[in-house]
């Protein structure tokens, strides 16, 4: 893996869920954050695939995870991981977080509704 440009590891993720899918009422599966403004969006797995909206938006290059336990970056240009510095607190959303989640927002098929 190779450090790529595009990082600021002083910029904290924007919330402890996905921007967009919070703004709407929606769900997502798993969360990314953006490693050069800390915009946190929802994986393609998600029904809003959010984080890669937000680069195809901006051309911020790198998102990181944003799930407990995961520390791993992503370059969408590259389509490869690449290294990264550790970002701002907090590294994920919390831990007792469901993913997928909110869990109160999920609907009972929701397995039908993700992207594979």
Do not use: K, N
């Not at 954050?33 to 959010?50: F, I, L, M, T, Y």
């Not at 992503?74 to 490869?80: D, R, T």
């Amino acid at each position: 893996m190779t450090t790529i440009e595009g990082i600021d590891a002083g910029a904290a993720p924007s919330g402890t869920g996905c921007v967009e899918c919070e703004a709407a009422s929606g769900w997502w599966v798993h969360l990314r954050r953006c490693a050069q403004c800390g915009h946190v969006g929802c994986c393609d797995s998600s029904p809003g695939q959010h984080a890669t909206a937000h680069f195809q938006q901006t051309g911020h290059p790198v998102m990181q995870s944003y799930e407990p336990g995961e520390d791993w970056f992503w370059s969408f240009e590259a389509q490869a991981p690449v290294d990264g510095p550790r970002l701002a607190d907090p590294q994920s959303h919390p831990s007792g977080q469901s993913t997928p989640g909110p869990a109160d927002r999920l609907p009972d098929d929701w397995q039908d509704h993700i992207h594979r």
